[in-house]
T-cell receptor, first 111, second 115 residues
Framework: DQQVKQNSPSLSVQEGRISILNCDYT??????FLWYKKYPAEGPTFLISISSIKDKNEDGRFTVFLNKSAKHLSLHIVPSQPGDSAVYFCAASAGTGKLIFGQGTTLQVKP | DAGVIQSPRHEVTEMGQEVTLRCKPI?????LFWYRQTMMRGLELLIY????????DSGMPEDRFSAKMPNASFSTLKIQPSEPRDSAVYFC?????????????FGSGTRLTVV
């Protein structure tokens, strides 16, 4: 059973516009959520996180929104840049230190 | 620090052969994780260790898979015998206990192809 789901395998956006990546989860015990970014032939790297006690966290061009009632989170990238083209993974933790990842969404930012 | 180091980067083996993947975590990190990446399931957690002790191996798909951490600076993931459906990218990651909510540090992965 996939506890963390990213239903969009891919997303294409024009440079300068907003990219919105979505993630849904099923386990109400999750209390921390993270986004990772992965370039080809490299390991995933941490991008941004949010605690379940918050509904928004911002870091430069990246903002994560959490809607606990809908069990949904999203990552907004504004403005999108070609260097943002990568696979983005959503992950969640229930306090055990174990991260459960989604399937990933491939973002392509076109110049 | 050189980060999490995995070897080999690529491995091609024949079905039925034994495969051993290796990982050196970041010095001082007390958590080590093994993940597998496939198109269908994304990043799946296979097993993780805390202070060299396996804590949760519920993600290990079959008895053909085994993992060890003989000391704080080395871990192996072994598949015996290997099958074509084991083909995937295998990642090792490490973390400090206090850094779990800030994300793990991943290695560059081992791309395994079983023919």
């Amino acid at each position: 059973d996939q506890q963390v789901k990213q239903n969009s395998p891919s997303l294409s956006v024009q440079e300068g516009r907003i990219s919105i990546l979505n993630c849904d989860y099923t386990n109400s015990m999750f209390d921390y959520f993270l986004w990772y970014k992965k370039y080809p032939a490299e390991g995933p790297t941490f991008l941004i996180s949010i605690s379940s006690i918050k509904d928004k966290n911002e870091d430069g061009r990246f903002t994560v929104f959490l809607n606990k009632s809908a069990k949904h989170l999203s990552l907004h990238i504004v403005p999108s840049q070609p260097g943002d083209s990568a696979v983005y993974f959503c992950a969640a933790s229930a306090g055990t230190g174990k991260l459960i990842f989604g399937q990933g969404t491939t973002l392509q930012v076109k110049p | 620090d050189a980060g999490v180091i995995q070897s080999p980067r690529h491995e091609v083996t024949e079905m039925g052969q034994e495969v051993t993947l290796r990982c050196k975590p970041i010095s001082g990190h007390d958590y080590l994780f093994w993940y597998r990446q496939t198109m269908m399931r994304g990043l799946e957690l296979l097993i993780y260790f805390n202070n060299n002790v396996p804590i949760d191996d519920s993600g290990m798909p079959e008895d053909r898979f085994s993992a060890k951490m003989p000391n704080a600076s080395f871990s192996t993931l072994k598949i015996q015998p290997s099958e074509p459906r084991d083909s995937a990218v295998y990642f090792c990651a490490s973390s400090l206990a206090t850094g779990l909510n800030y994300g793990y540090t991943f290695g560059s992965g081992t791309r395994l192809t079983v023919v």
